[in-house]
């Protein structure tokens, strides 16, 4: 089949005229404010395209092992980072944050930008291809480390400790977001489409595989694994979900789930999504960061955390 452009990338906008401000004289360490963390190298690639404007490299501290790409969006100086590759989970990304510090020491805020693993249930109706922020909900702060405890008596499993929060000042701000989109509609299709035409060797890539490859199966029905998609999955296990109106991506605001191993198991993550009461999405980085560097976590979905998951929706 042939493959459609969602209708919003169809005709992209022209992108908006920049603001350069003053003179664009050379900046220093001190002018970067924002700290970007990827922890793939397909998610700094999309951070990269987001920026308004790259600038040049900067020396880096001799302790600091990161390598960065520096830009700016809007009157916003920005650094992004990206865990080494092959090297994920919390302990590398509370290492690369740490590094972040030591070399760019006015970072005022952190954002923890990605993919991550969908909790799709009876409540909340997540598809491939939504977004994901984390903020405080009654029981945990935005994030949780599920896999951090204690096996106490008869294998059962006590979970220890809470994380920080975000900021007041970003909270603050994803309130702003949330109500500027009550009010005009989301502006990611937009950004999407400047992105994109900003960058067209994306478009393979960074384009929704389609309605049609959103695959939610049952939890008890597990993939073959000898065969390398689903191509010969059964459709009648399939569960049968509303069609949506839009093909914009939704937006959710709650919990996310942190912790050093990837769930791939349908039974497994509505276990936990019936013990922590309200995640949304899995991940592996942002439980490493929350104590020493509190971030916004932003996950897009790209998996539903189960048997079925692979890397088309990714980009």
């Known amino acids: 089949m042939e493959h459609q452009q969602p209708h919003f990338l169809q005709n992209p906008p022209k992108r908006r005229?920049?603001?350069?401000?003053?003179?664009?004289r050379p900046l220093s360490h001190d002018d970067y404010t924002i700290g970007w963390v990827c922890a793939?190298?397909?998610?700094?690639?999309?951070?990269?395209?987001?920026?308004?404007?790259?600038?040049?490299a900067l020396p880096t501290h001799a302790r600091d092992s990161n390598s960065y790409t520096l830009g700016s969006i809007g009157r916003h100086n920005i650094v992004i980072a990206c865990l080494p590759a092959g090297i994920y989970g919390t302990t590398s990304?509370?290492?690369?944050?740490?590094?972040?510090?030591?070399?760019?020491?006015?970072?005022?805020?952190?954002v923890m930008v990605g993919i991550g693993g969908g909790?799709?249930?009876?409540?909340?109706d997540i598809w491939l291809?939504?977004?994901?922020?984390?903020?405080?909900?009654?029981?945990?702060?935005?994030?949780?480390?599920?896999?951090?405890?204690?096996?106490?008596?008869k294998g059962h499993f006590e979970r220890t400790g809470t994380l920080n929060k975000p900021s007041t000042a970003l909270l603050t701000a994803v309130n702003n977001v949330r109500a500027a989109d009550l009010r005009n509609g989301s502006q990611i299709p937009v950004l999407i489409s400047e992105m994109l035409a900003r960058n067209p060797q994306m478009v393979?890539?960074?384009?929704?595989?389609?309605?049609?490859?959103?695959?939610?199966?049952?939890?008890?029905?597990?993939h073959d694994p000898a065969e390398p998609t689903c191509e010969f999955c059964d459709r009648e296990k399939l569960l049968i979900r509303s069609t949506r109106s839009s093909d914009r991506p939704v937006v959710h605001y709650g919990l996310i789930a942190s912790g050093?191993?990837?769930i791939k198991h349908a039974q497994t993550r509505d276990l936990l999504a019936a013990e922590l009461n309200g995640i949304l999405?899995?991940?592996?980085?942002?439980?490493?960061?929350?104590?020493?560097?509190?971030?916004?976590?932003?996950?897009?979905?790209?998996?539903?955390?189960?048997?079925?998951?692979n890397k088309d929706w990714q980009g």
Do not use: W
């Not at 990304?93 to 952190?110: R, W």
């Open 129 to 153: 291809g939504d977004v994901v922020v984390s903020i405080p909900t009654p029981c945990c702060e935005g994030v949780v480390q599920y896999d951090y405890g204690k096996a106490i008596r």
């Open 17 to 24: 005229k920049l603001d350069l401000g003053e003179s664009l």
């Open 281 to 309: 999405c899995f991940e592996m980085e942002a439980a490493g960061l929350m104590d020493n560097f509190p971030c916004l976590v932003i996950r897009g979905v790209s998996d539903y955390s189960d048997s079925h998951k």
């Open 260 to 262: 050093n191993q990837v």
């Open 204 to 222: 393979e890539t960074f384009t929704s595989p389609g309605s049609q490859r959103d695959l939610l199966f049952a939890s008890d029905y597990e």
């Open 40 to 56: 793939l190298a397909i998610e700094a690639a999309a951070a990269m395209a987001m920026l308004d404007q790259i600038h040049p």
């Open 93 to 110: 990304a509370a290492t690369v944050a740490s590094n972040m510090f030591i070399s760019f020491g006015s970072i005022h805020h952190l």
């Open 119 to 124: 909790v799709p249930s009876a409540s909340v």
